[in-house]
């Protein structure tokens, strides 16, 4: 993002300040709000669901994933086998995704809310993460998806990267880390050990050093805020927004 963000302070300046007040805004009323329904006993922690998953499963499941370096449908088979689990443990997916809880469009204006008062504090990480990286003389490598997304020209293949970007990719890994992961630790640890790990393993697995940091962060944030509302939709709905404002600078870049 280097040689992303003076392009984007020098043509889209105002754009750049406005997202960041907007960012203070929405973190400054989110903690305000946060406090007073905490306060009131109307945001009890520990609303996700707890699902009986076993070690076998567990073994199933990353079989499934491992087998994507061979075939590229292994994501998509492991995914599809947390579903058959949830399913199999007498779970109904209303209750899984947690839309008796929240209503859709109340997941996806709290997700907005959440996402944009998280995007400069992990951004602000993540800039840390790169100075210091360069004190001690080590090279932040850029970010695979970030590097084919700036340098494609074809319409269909961006397209399809954000699809995955902005759709895909939240929903697989909210399921597999919050919805599974998350899930299958926290019935043999406590929940603080259980979301740390979680996010210690998402931060570790997206293979950038420079971000993992801010995305160790964006996973307890991930976490909690399943624990708080008892949805996965909405830790999909943050991730999705994320994904989207990240998205949306890197496309100013790109065509701006």
């Not at 306060?39 to 076993?54: E, K």
């Amino acid at each position: 993002m280097n040689e992303i963000t003076p392009k984007l302070l020098h043509h889209y300046g105002a754009i750049v300040i406005g997202f960041v007040l907007a960012s203070v805004a929405a973190a400054s009323s989110l903690g305000i709000v946060f406090r007073r329904l905490r306060c009131a006993g109307m945001l009890p922690y520990g609303q996700a669901p707890t699902i009986p998953f076993s070690t076998i499963e567990l073994i199933t499941v990353f079989l499934f994933l491992i087998s994507g370096v061979f075939f590229s449908a292994g994501t998509l088979l492991a995914l599809v086998a947390i579903l058959l689990l949830v399913r199999f443990h007498r779970l109904d997916f209303a209750t899984y995704f947690g839309t008796r809880r929240l209503s859709l469009w109340q997941i996806i204006a709290a997700g907005f809310w959440i996402a944009m008062a998280a995007d400069l504090p992990l951004r602000l990480l993540a800039w840390l993460g790169e100075l210091v990286g360069k004190a001690v003389g080590v090279p932040a490598p850029p970010q695979a998806a970030v590097e084919l997304f700036i340098r494609t020209r074809s319409w269909h293949l961006l397209s399809l990267l954000l699809l995955f970007i902005l759709v895909l990719a939240p929903f697989g890994e909210e399921v597999l880390f919050r919805g599974f992961l998350y899930v299958y630790l926290k019935n043999r640890l406590s929940r603080s050990a259980a979301l740390v790990l979680t996010a210690l393993l998402f931060a570790f697995l997206h293979f950038n050093w420079p971000t993992f940091l801010p995305l160790f962060c964006f996973g307890l944030l991930l976490g909690a805020a399943y624990e708080f509302s008892g949805s996965l939709l909405l830790s999909v709905a943050i991730h999705c927004w994320f994904n989207s404002f990240t998205t949306g600078l890197l496309l100013l870049a790109k065509f701006g």
